[in-house]
């Protein structure tokens, strides 16, 4: 026998590639936690979450999701990857603003290739979507929501806002796409279209793991059980108003009237301009002339000129005009204050500030807010009631939010019948009225009204007829005519809407009543061309945003499409290059628009003359052979004068039914 005697030798073969024993057991037991987990996850939070009690599950490993694998919601995980609704397709709405962060859209740059090959690579983009989810839910949690947040085994995350109360798809939509814009990891995708799926949390992966939950378990049983409110959605519409301009108003593309200056309105009616990226800090510099109220000299002459830079730059940077008051009611801008100070003019602050405010938002947007109509030849009469008070926006804003509740509401439409179309575009003239004029008590003529709704006057006057005679109406008529004044209504939110306006805030800006063009394609192509933008959408879902039957609103794209306003793409209808300028000038709608505007400039030329004949009247003693009555009684004088004739014939008393529609 040979004996090897000295060092064992050591083999060349790699180590063995098996776990020991307590490696698989250790595995193992994180796998059960992980599923454990995963249970607990689904069991709290997925039925809430999902738009529909069903669930689709994904056959081939999480490529595709179709619809004929769908089934009830399961009290327990399914084994395969499986999503649920994000919407419920029945309504057109949802409660769930669902946050996809995907690892692919981080827009990380590596260099490096032998970073860019490996498990680097990975890392980065998994710590860059962990960043801006962290990112995300500071920001909720500083508006005041509550969320739910999980994380994949691949690093991808999801953050889950439920709102109290459905919302409408496209609201939701564009809100992600805003949100999109500040954070490059937000996929937009689920929200896309009404048959939108995200993974819920507990659901199984399509790599072989679970989503968990990156949030305490007891955090999201709250944010579940009690949703956002409505306020929580009203500050996330501010947070992210200057990506929603952006997202809304693309490079190419029209809107119905030329594009509104950077400021929008807040509430309170008082302008701001919005900040991309959300509101920012102040220098330093800035921020320490704000609190303590002294200022370098070699930078700023005086008093004056330190304040302005404070205020100037707090408009710059995205902040409220509410922002910067709550600053000075805390004590941290105490210094601000300060420079207002003067022992002489108690009250100075509250007297400039505002003043100086909008100077600085006009500068910035570096356009005057032009009030008057181009028809408009004599200022209208002032409102109802006179008040200092600007929270007229807000109510004129939540008024053209009740108009699409009412637009939705199946038993007024069929109230309004087949003028349904012309009601609603009277009422959107209405709002452009009242936005116009900076108040929700409006004294436009019916041939004003008209002008913009692409109607006759005849036709407006009967619809506001309609309008204020309807139980819980949309407006309340003030005073009726007399002379020269016309008819007086104030914008009012029926009591039945009252709950869903608070939840469907309209952003500030400027209203798209009827383009000119609409004259010659026709009230139902209006509607459906306001819903169109860049983003494609199917038919039915531009139906569903108009408001309008499927036939109807299918229709209406074929006429749009014909003058070049739609066109379809592989993902279904989007806005058209062609201007509506153009469209009116080819088909003659702009020349009926200017033959239009010249009859009724004559008509108000000629109703003016009338009302001064008759008021000269007064001064002419009563003759037996004129046939007029004695003027000497005010009150007669008065009821005869309330129904005047345009013709050359003077007649006493008020004219036939027919004369009085054509007045």
């Given amino acids: 026998m040979a004996t090897i005697t000295g060092q064992r030798a050591s083999s060349a073969l790699p180590p063995r590639d098996t776990p020991s024993s307590a490696e698989a057991i250790s595995a193992l037991s994180h796998a059960d936690e992980t599923a454990q987990s995963a249970r607990s996850a689904w069991r709290s939070v997925a039925s809430s979450l999902a738009g529909t009690p069903h669930v689709r599950t994904s056959k081939d490993g999480g490529r595709t999701y179709p619809a004929r694998w769908a089934g009830p919601l399961p009290a327990e995980p399914p084994q395969q990857p499986c999503t649920v609704a994000v919407y419920n397709p029945a309504s057109g709405a949802g409660c769930l603003l669902a946050l996809d962060l995907d690892q692919g859209r981080t827009g990380c740059d590596v260099h490096d290739a032998a970073i860019y090959y490996h498990h680097e690579r990975g890392a980065a983009t998994a710590a860059e979507v962990e960043r801006q989810a962290a990112e995300l839910g500071r920001l909720l949690e500083r508006l005041g929501g509550r969320y739910v947040a999980d994380v994949g085994p691949s690093g991808g995350r999801h953050v889950l806002v439920l709102f109290a109360a459905a919302l409408p798809w496209l609201e939701l939509r564009d809100l992600v796409r805003a949100i999109a814009l500040r954070y490059p990891a937000v996929d937009p995708a689920p929200h896309a279209s009404l048959g939108g799926q995200i993974s819920p949390p507990g659901s199984r992966h399509k790599s072989g793991g679970w989503r968990v939950l990156s949030t305490p378990l007891v955090d999201a049983r709250e944010a579940a059980e009690h949703p956002c409110g409505p306020e929580v959605w009203a500050r996330l519409l501010t947070e992210f108003a200057a990506e929603l301009r952006q997202a809304e108003h693309p490079a190419t593309g029209e809107t119905l009237f030329p594009r509104e200056s950077w400021a929008e309105l807040d509430d309170t009616g008082t302008p701001w301009a919005p900040r991309l990226g959300g509101r920012a800090p102040l220098s330093a510099e800035l921020e320490r002339v704000a609190r303590t109220g002294r200022w370098d000299r070699s930078h700023y002459a005086g008093r004056s000129e330190a304040r302005m830079?404070?205020?100037?730059?707090?408009?710059?940077?995205?902040?409220?005009?509410?922002?910067?008051?709550?600053?000075?009611?805390?004590?941290?801008?105490?210094?601000?204050?300060?420079?207002?100070?003067?022992?002489?003019?108690?009250?100075?602050?509250?007297?400039?500030?505002?003043?100086?405010?909008?100077?600085?938002?006009?500068?910035?947007?570096?356009?005057?807010?032009?009030?008057?109509?181009?028809?408009?030849?004599?200022?209208?009469?002032?409102?109802?009631?006179?008040?200092?008070?600007?929270?007229?926006?807000?109510?004129?804003?939540?008024?053209?939010?009740?108009?699409?509740?009412?637009?939705?509401?199946?038993?007024?439409?069929?109230?309004?019948?087949?003028?349904?179309?012309?009601?609603?575009?009277?009422?959107?003239?209405?709002?452009?009225?009242?936005?116009?004029?900076?108040?929700?008590?409006?004294?436009?003529?019916?041939?004003?009204?008209?002008?913009?709704?692409?109607?006759?006057h005849r036709t407006v006057s009967r619809v506001l007829r309609i309008l204020r005679d309807e139980p819980d109406p949309l407006i309340d008529l003030v005073s009726p005519r007399r002379l020269a004044r016309a008819d007086r209504y104030a914008l009012r939110i029926p009591d039945r809407y009252a709950e869903s306006v608070?939840?469907?805030?309209?952003?500030?800006?400027?209203?798209?009543?009827?383009?000119?063009?609409?004259?010659?394609?026709?009230?139902?192509?209006?509607?459906?061309?306001?819903?169109?933008?860049?983003?494609?959408?199917?038919?039915?879902?531009?139906?569903?945003?108009?408001?309008?039957?499927?036939?109807?609103?299918?229709?209406?794209?074929?006429?749009?499409?014909?003058?070049?306003?739609?066109?379809?793409?592989?993902?279904?209808?989007?806005?058209?290059?062609?201007?509506?300028?153009?469209?009116?000038?080819?088909?003659?709608?702009?020349?009926?628009?200017?033959e239009r505007e010249a009859r009724y400039k004559r008509d108000r030329e000629s109703w003016r003359a009338r009302l001064r004949q008759y008021q000269g009247a007064r001064q002419l003693p009563a003759s037996p052979r004129d046939g007029w009555w004695s003027l000497d009684d005010g009150d007669e004088y008065d009821e005869m004068c309330r129904w005047p004739v345009i013709s050359d014939d003077f007649v006493r008393g008020p004219p036939p039914a027919e004369a009085r529609e054509s007045a």
């Fill in 309 to 456: 830079a404070v205020v100037g730059a707090a408009a710059v940077r995205g902040w409220q005009l509410a922002d910067v008051w709550a600053a000075v009611a805390s004590g941290a801008w105490k210094g601000l204050a300060a420079l207002y100070e003067r022992c002489s003019e108690p009250g100075r602050m509250e007297r400039l500030l505002p003043l100086e405010w909008r100077k600085c938002i006009g500068e910035i947007s570096r356009e005057e807010n032009v009030r008057q109509w181009h028809t408009s030849d004599a200022n209208t009469r002032p409102p109802a009631q006179e008040s200092s008070s600007s929270a007229e926006y807000g109510l004129i804003r939540q008024w053209l939010t009740a108009i699409l509740c009412a637009a939705e509401d199946p038993e007024r439409v069929k109230g309004w019948g087949h003028r349904a179309i012309a009601v609603r575009l009277v009422l959107l003239a209405l709002g452009q009225a009242a936005m116009v004029s900076g108040s929700s008590v409006v004294e436009f003529g019916t041939r004003n009204l008209a002008l913009h709704s692409a109607l006759s």
């Fill in 502 to 594: 608070r939840w469907r805030r309209r952003r500030a800006g400027r209203i798209e009543a009827a383009h000119p063009a609409f004259l010659a394609l026709g009230g139902t192509s209006a509607l459906v061309y306001q819903v169109l933008d860049q983003a494609e959408a199917r038919g039915a879902e531009v139906a569903r945003a108009a408001r309008l039957s499927a036939s109807a609103a299918s229709a209406a794209l074929r006429v749009l499409a014909e003058h070049g306003l739609a066109e379809r793409g592989p993902g279904g209808w989007r806005r058209g290059p062609v201007a509506l300028a153009d469209v009116a000038e080819s088909t003659g709608a702009a020349d009926l628009q200017r």
